[in-house]
Structures are given as structure tokens and as C-alpha cells.
């Protein structure tokens, strides 16, 4: 069956691979970005003539953000499924970020993502259905050196995802997560780093572990084929394409090793949702109200 989708963050990396996919599997997809007439018009230009609706659409912006899903809702004759797709990466010792590069991080990865689904959910609420996947990384169930601020921002996201997915279960709207490692895409092309060099002295040689370790990553990743981010992409698309109230909280697409230990983690955390929520007689509130087929 085919749905009506808006992604954001297409011009590149996964985003661009999964408006590709979808389109291929007969879906409807307008596919948001910035700069569509400028830095990113040889993408947008490619993806309009594959038969994609190219808006634009900059979720660090509250008008941006709400006139560009009310133009995919127009364009698409509704709305199914949002993918919050769209984020930013950083690198660097966590006590040497700002606040200010904190609040730019943020704006992207955790108000962008709210921004978006506050513009779509009346919507999808109204109509009593709808899909929206969160995309997260396994940097946010856990931590790594040197990716403090993003790691706060995904965990961020992930809360903010299971929220929705309690509070918007009665009206058939379901909210997921998928939770990517990291693959070689062009997010390494835009992190953020510390705006504060005035500490790296008191840090000795530590300074030089950021890049050292992404260096090391990198080289991972290019001897490792099997991490290629066309999963993220065919995952995303196969969550869209399953039935509704069948779907899994969290999807790992992981081939490097870490997925492996991450996925029980999941597990575990939903067994503690079913007990607590449970216990208190809520957990009707942890499943999907199916709206049946006329």
C-alpha cells in the first residue's frame, strides 16, 4: 500500500538514500531541505525528476517548518508517515563545547524534531493514523568519548520519541525509533566543533584523542562494507511498509558490532515499560490503537 511521506534532512546521507527507496517502492514522498536553489540544487534537481515533491523546509525554524509540511500536506493530498531524519554530528572534548554550540546542536536534533511533529500531528491525529520514525543512532543508548553533546541529543530524541509513542497510541498514531551505527555518509561533513580552545592545555594530550579516534573510525568503516548506510535506508522503508500496531519501538541497523549489544539493551527496557506501566494499569496506553479498514 502506498503512503504519503515527509522526510526531512533529504539532501544527503540516509535522507536522500531512503526518499530513493521509497520512491522505488511506489510510495509518495515530498522530500524536505535547505537551500534547494543554491548548495543543495544538484540533489534537489535529481530527486524531482526521479518523482520526488522537493520542499524546503529548515527545522531550526518555526515558520520554515510549519509552512513546509502544510505545502507537503498540500502537495501529497494528506500526510501518512513523517521521518525525522534531519541532524547534526559533533567531535571534540565535551567540557570545551559552549552553550551556544550546545543550543545549535539542539536546535536541529531535538526542537527541530519537535517542531516538526507539532506542524504534522493535528493531522495525523485527526485522521485517526499516521507513522512518525525518529531517526536516532546507538549513540543514543549510549556513550562514547568525544561525542558528548550529541549523544545528549539523541537520548534527548529518544525520550522525546517513547513520549509520543504513549501519548499518541489512542489515536493511531504510532511513534518509532531507528537507531543506526555509524556508516560513511556526508553527516561527517557538517559536525560541529568546540568554539572553546581555551581549555585544550588543561587536557594535555587528550586534545589530539577527538581526531585521533575519528580517524580510526573512518578507517573502520572503509574497511567495512557490510556497513552500508542503503540498510538504513531499506529499514526505514520496511517499517513503513509493515502493518500498523505490528511495527517494533526500536530498529538497530548495525553491522560493525555494536547493534549486537544494544538490541537486548531494547529489549529489556520494553519488558521494564510492560511491568511499570503495568503495575499503575497503563499499559493499554503502550499499544497502538489499530483503526480497522472500511
Given at each position: 500500500?502506498?503512503?504519503?511521506?515527509?522526510?526531512?534532512?533529504?539532501?544527503?546521507?540516509?535522507g536522500?538514500?531512503?526518499?530513493?527507496?521509497?520512491?522505488?517502492?511506489?510510495?509518495?514522498?515530498?522530500?524536505?531541505?535547505?537551500?534547494?536553489?543554491?548548495?543543495?540544487?544538484e540533489?534537489?534537481?535529481?530527486l524531482?525528476?526521479?518523482?520526488?515533491?522537493v520542499?524546503?523546509?529548515?527545522?531550526?525554524?518555526d515558520?520554515?517548518?510549519?509552512s513546509?509540511?502544510?505545502?507537503?500536506?498540500e502537495?501529497?493530498?494528506?500526510?501518512?508517515?513523517?521521518i525525522n531524519?534531519?541532524?547534526?554530528?559533533?567531535?571534540?572534548i565535551?567540557?570545551?563545547?559552549?552553550?551556544?554550540?550546545?543550543?545549535?546542536?539542539?536546535?536541529?536534533?531535538v526542537?527541530?524534531?519537535?517542531?516538526?511533529?507539532?506542524?504534522?500531528?493535528?493531522?495525523?491525529?485527526?485522521?485517526?493514523s499516521?507513522?512518525?520514525?525518529?531517526?536516532?543512532?546507538?549513540?543514543g543508548?549510549m556513550?562514547?568519548?568525544?561525542?558528548?553533546?550529541?549523544n545528549?541529543?539523541?537520548?534527548?530524541?529518544?525520550?522525546l520519541?517513547e513520549?509520543?509513542?504513549?501519548?499518541?497510541?489512542?489515536?493511531?498514531?504510532?511513534s518509532?525509533?531507528?537507531?543506526?551505527?555509524?556508516?560513511?555518509?556526508?553527516f561527517?561533513?557538517?559536525?560541529?566543533?568546540p568554539?572553546?580552545?581555551?581549555?585544550?592545555?588543561?587536557y594535555?594530550?587528550?586534545v589530539?584523542?577527538?581526531?585521533?579516534?575519528?580517524?580510526s573510525?573512518?578507517?573502520a568503516l572503509?574497511?567495512?562494507?557490510n556497513q552500508?548506510?542503503?540498510?538504513?535506508?531499506?529499514a526505514?522503508?520496511?517499517?513503513?511498509e509493515?502493518?500498523?500496531?505490528?511495527?517494533?519501538?526500536r530498529?538497530?541497523?548495525d553491522n560493525?558490532?555494536?547493534?549486537?549489544?544494544?538490541?537486548?539493551y531494547?529489549?529489556?527496557?520494553?519488558?521494564?515499560?510492560?511491568?511499570?506501566?503495568?503495575?499503575?494499569g497503563?499499559?493499554?496506553m503502550?499499544k497502538?490503537?489499530?483503526?480497522?479498514?472500511?
Amino acid at each position: 500500500m502506498s503512503s504519503k511521506v515527509l522526510i526531512t534532512g533529504a539532501s544527503g546521507g540516509f535522507g536522500a538514500l531512503t526518499v530513493k527507496k521509497l520512491l522505488e517502492n511506489g510510495h509518495s514522498v515530498v522530500a524536505t531541505m535547505r537551500n534547494t536553489a543554491t548548495k543543495n540544487k544538484e540533489i534537489s534537481d535529481e530527486l524531482t525528476s526521479l518523482g520526488a515533491h522537493v520542499v524546503e523546509l529548515d527545522v531550526t525554524s518555526d515558520d520554515s517548518t510549519n509552512s513546509g509540511v502544510a505545502k507537503a500536506i498540500e502537495l501529497l493530498g494528506g500526510l501518512d508517515v513523517v521521518i525525522n531524519n534531519a541532524g547534526v554530528g559533533v567531535l571534540g572534548i565535551q567540557e570545551t563545547f559552549t552553550i551556544d554550540d550546545f543550543k545549535r546542536l539542539f536546535e536541529v536534533n531535538v526542537f527541530g524534531v519537535q517542531r516538526v511533529n507539532r506542524a504534522a500531528l493535528p493531522h495525523l491525529r485527526a485522521q485517526g493514523s499516521g507513522l512518525v520514525i525518529h531517526v536516532s543512532s546507538l549513540l543514543g543508548r549510549m556513550t562514547l568519548p568525544f561525542y558528548g553533546p550529541y549523544n545528549a541529543s539523541k537520548w534527548a530524541l529518544e525520550a522525546l520519541a517513547e513520549n509520543y509513542r504513549i501519548e499518541l497510541s489512542g489515536f493511531g498514531v504510532d511513534s518509532i525509533i531507528v537507531e543506526p551505527g555509524g556508516y560513511p555518509t556526508s553527516f561527517f561533513n557538517s559536525l560541529i566543533f568546540p568554539s572553546d580552545s581555551s581549555r585544550d592545555e588543561g587536557y594535555g594530550e587528550m586534545v589530539n584523542a577527538p581526531k585521533q579516534l575519528f580517524d580510526s573510525f573512518e578507517g573502520a568503516l572503509a574497511n567495512n562494507p557490510n556497513q552500508d548506510p542503503q540498510h538504513v535506508a531499506d529499514a526505514i522503508t520496511n517499517l513503513i511498509e509493515t502493518p500498523a500496531g505490528q511495527r517494533p519501538v526500536r530498529t538497530v541497523v548495525d553491522n560493525m558490532g555494536m547493534g549486537v549489544h544494544i538490541d537486548p539493551y531494547n529489549q529489556q527496557l520494553d519488558q521494564i515499560h510492560q511491568g511499570i506501566f503495568g503495575a499503575f494499569g497503563m499499559d493499554g496506553m503502550l499499544k497502538l490503537n489499530v483503526k480497522e479498514e472500511v
